[in-house]
């Protein structure tokens, strides 16, 4: 049974000569929880700043093939992540996108004999440490230094090779995070720069992902369903997590910071079916709980039954996973719909459309909430065997409610690359520019606090600073592999706008990611 799963929330790649047959799927621990990456803050809760990479990249090819070359181009350390739109797929087998990555490379090396016996039996398990500094040089509304840093743990099991149950995997991901966001301290609470940041709950061990997935039909159909995080299904590409900022990594703003698509490191109650109706077309589609609370799960991500669990999100997703030209390059497209039939506040009006901060009357409630997004990648140019491996432009949009969300849209393009052309085929280099739009009724509200001379009221995002308009993001990272199953990650990121308003200069932030999967 292939497999394809990953570490992540958030991540960045490390990559081992001897990863070779690392999966490219990653949606790990559980198809959908691989990598954790963001570090709860001791501060207040950022349930949906979720998205973490605990080690990040490798694993995301698909079947556990003994080719001597990465699945993933190079890109060789687990993710924790998952990913699915159409990576987890080779040539001649179409999945299962979310199992755990089969011969990932660890520091530690075999663990005296451990690891093989283990994955004989079925039984794939991965730990992995991520640290990230940063810090603004300039801009913002203060200097600020901050570490934040998550240590995760995946367990993934074949009950095929374990008990004899066919098709069967399970998957459980857990991850303690420590630290805090520098982004909050220096003014800015749309992008923050740390990937591993947020919902944490501050716990010894943090439950991530807790599911099955079977497989039917010669893996062209998968189910999973347990505790999942949404976000790492739908709208994820192991791409994503190589940038360091958290507005990107895993799976992009707006939808990760509401209820019903939730992501790392905050899980749903739900099940996902996906279908694969030729070898380069999925279509995908979920069914959660939608948690009201600040945490999922409680704070420790343990307590799945919560109270008020009574409407649903609905994401549907379809993907085209072509190969072009003599050298297969490898592209992903696709286009995802999201519904949660739940009842939300409107950010501005009363019950009559008025300003609710001005007249006292009830608040408005909206029924229901849409969001949607479009995501492109494609291989330019290939720089040796592997889906990752070689120049791949990216680009996207999600969309999301303004009545109920205070991010209304986000855009974004950038570059990935190996450093084959420089002898270090292991590396990655990348460029990334984001665009951030704030909603309409967000500012309305806003505008109302300031003329009525009242604080203004804390978002989806965290503490507000003055009317909100757009925020954009320039990040340039350089990830060195500089032992087996080891990387660190040199990044620079410029905030034009910093938490969406001009009452902060811009900002220039210096950072450094290490990860490393024991």
């Given at each position: 049974m292939p497999v394809?799963?990953?570490?992540?929330?958030?991540?960045?790649?490390?990559?081992?000569?001897?990863?070779?047959?690392?999966?490219?799927?990653?949606?790990?621990?559980?198809?959908?929880?691989?990598?954790?990456?963001?570090?709860?803050?001791?501060?207040?809760?950022?349930?949906?700043?979720?998205?973490?990479?605990?080690?990040?990249?490798?694993?995301?090819?698909?079947?556990?093939?003994?080719?001597?070359?990465?699945?993933?181009?190079?890109?060789?350390?687990?993710?924790?992540?998952n990913t699915v739109s159409g990576f987890g797929q080779t040539a001649g087998d179409p999945g299962p996108y979310f199992s755990a990555p089969m011969g990932t490379q660890h520091f530690l090396g075999?663990?005296?004999?451990?690891?093989?016996?283990?994955?004989?039996?079925?039984?794939?398990?991965?730990?992995?440490?991520?640290?990230?500094?940063?810090?603004?040089v300039t801009g913002g509304k203060q200097r600020a230094y901050s570490d934040a840093g998550q240590v995760g743990i995946e367990l993934d099991v074949d009950w095929d090779k374990l008990a004899g149950i066919r098709n069967f995997w399970t998957h459980t991901l857990v991850v303690n995070g420590h630290g805090q966001s520098v982004s909050r301290n220096f003014g800015d609470s749309i992008a923050g720069v740390q990937q591993i940041y947020g919902a944490r709950g501050n716990v010894v061990a943090h439950m991530v992902a807790m599911y099955g997935e079977a497989t039917f039909v010669h893996n062209r159909i998968d189910v999973s369903a347990g505790w999942i995080p949404v976000g790492s299904f739908f709208a994820a590409s192991p791409l994503f997590c190589d940038f360091m900022?958290?507005?990107?990594?895993?799976?992009?703003?707006?939808?990760?910071?509401?209820?019903?698509?939730?992501?790392?490191?905050?899980?749903?109650?739900?099940?996902?079916?996906?279908?694969?109706?030729?070898?380069?077309?999925?279509?995908?589609?979920?069914?959660?709980?939608v948690s009201p609370h600040s945490y999922n799960g409680g704070i420790s991500g343990w307590s799945w039954a919560q109270s008020g669990l009574g409407k649903f999100s609905t994401p549907v997703e379809i993907g085209w996973t072509p190969r072009f030209g003599h050298n297969q390059l490898q592209g992903h497209y696709v286009l995802g719909y999201s519904y949660d039939n739940s009842r939300y506040v409107n950010l501005y009006e009363d019950i009559h459309g008025n300003s609710w901060q001005a007249t006292g009357q009830p608040r408005r409630y909206e029924a229901g909430r849409n969001s949607a997004w479009?995501?492109?990648?494609?291989?330019?140019?290939?720089?040796?065997?592997?889906?990752?491996?070689?120049?791949?432009?990216?680009?996207?949009?999600?969309?999301?409610?303004?009545?109920?969300?205070?991010?209304?849209?986000?855009?974004?393009?950038?570059?990935?690359?190996?450093?084959?052309?420089?002898?270090?085929?292991?590396?990655?280099?990348?460029?990334?520019?984001?665009?951030?739009?704030?909603?309409?009724?967000?500012?309305?509200?806003?505008?109302?606090?300031?003329?009525?001379?009242?604080?203004?009221?804390?978002?989806?995002?965290?503490?507000?600073?003055?009317?909100?308009?757009?925020?954009?993001?320039?990040?340039?990272?350089?990830?060195?592999?500089?032992?087996?199953?080891?990387?660190?990650?040199?990044?620079?990121?410029?905030?034009?706008?910093?938490?969406?308003?001009?009452?902060?200069?811009?900002?220039?932030?210096?950072?450094?990611?290490?990860?490393v999967v024991l």
């Amino acid at each position: 049974m292939p497999v394809l799963a990953s570490f992540a929330r958030t991540s960045s790649r490390i990559r081992s000569e001897h990863l070779r047959s690392v999966l490219m799927g990653l949606l790990s621990v559980s198809a959908l929880a691989v990598t954790a990456d963001h570090a709860q803050a001791q501060s207040a809760p950022d349930p949906n700043s979720a998205k973490a990479r605990v080690s990040r990249a490798a694993a995301l090819a698909p079947a556990p093939q003994s080719s001597e070359t990465p699945a993933n181009g190079g890109n060789n350390t687990p993710i924790m992540q998952n990913t699915v739109s159409g990576f987890g797929q080779t040539a001649g087998d179409p999945g299962p996108y979310f199992s755990a990555p089969m011969g990932t490379q660890h520091f530690l090396g075999d663990w005296g004999g451990v690891q093989p016996w283990l994955l004989k039996h079925g039984i794939h398990l991965m730990a992995a440490i991520n640290e990230e500094f940063a810090g603004n040089v300039t801009g913002g509304k203060q200097r600020a230094y901050s570490d934040a840093g998550q240590v995760g743990i995946e367990l993934d099991v074949d009950w095929d090779k374990l008990a004899g149950i066919r098709n069967f995997w399970t998957h459980t991901l857990v991850v303690n995070g420590h630290g805090q966001s520098v982004s909050r301290n220096f003014g800015d609470s749309i992008a923050g720069v740390q990937q591993i940041y947020g919902a944490r709950g501050n716990v010894v061990a943090h439950m991530v992902a807790m599911y099955g997935e079977a497989t039917f039909v010669h893996n062209r159909i998968d189910v999973s369903a347990g505790w999942i995080p949404v976000g790492s299904f739908f709208a994820a590409s192991p791409l994503f997590c190589d940038f360091m900022n958290v507005a990107m990594c895993g799976n992009p703003a707006p939808n990760k910071y509401t209820e019903g698509n939730r992501d790392w490191p905050s899980g749903n109650l739900g099940a996902v079916v996906r279908v694969m109706p030729t070898m380069n077309t999925y279509v995908m589609a979920g069914l959660f709980a939608v948690s009201p609370h600040s945490y999922n799960g409680g704070i420790s991500g343990w307590s799945w039954a919560q109270s008020g669990l009574g409407k649903f999100s609905t994401p549907v997703e379809i993907g085209w996973t072509p190969r072009f030209g003599h050298n297969q390059l490898q592209g992903h497209y696709v286009l995802g719909y999201s519904y949660d039939n739940s009842r939300y506040v409107n950010l501005y009006e009363d019950i009559h459309g008025n300003s609710w901060q001005a007249t006292g009357q009830p608040r408005r409630y909206e029924a229901g909430r849409n969001s949607a997004w479009l995501m492109i990648d494609q291989m330019l140019m290939r720089n040796g065997p592997g889906n990752t491996n070689g120049l791949i432009a990216l680009a996207g949009a999600m969309y999301s409610d303004g009545q109920t969300v205070a991010m209304r849209d986000h855009e974004w393009a950038g570059l990935v690359d190996t450093g084959s052309a420089w002898g270090r085929p292991l590396d990655t280099v990348g460029a990334m520019y984001q665009h951030f739009d704030m909603s309409h009724t967000a500012a309305l509200q806003q505008e109302s606090s300031l003329a009525l001379g009242l604080p203004y009221q804390d978002n989806q995002w965290g503490a507000v600073y003055g009317p909100q308009s757009h925020e954009n993001v320039y990040e340039l990272f350089y990830s060195a592999h500089v032992a087996r199953a080891m990387a660190i990650q040199p990044d620079f990121q410029y905030i034009q706008r910093p938490s969406a308003t001009t009452t902060f200069h811009d900002a220039a932030v210096l950072g450094i990611q290490f990860t490393v999967v024991l």
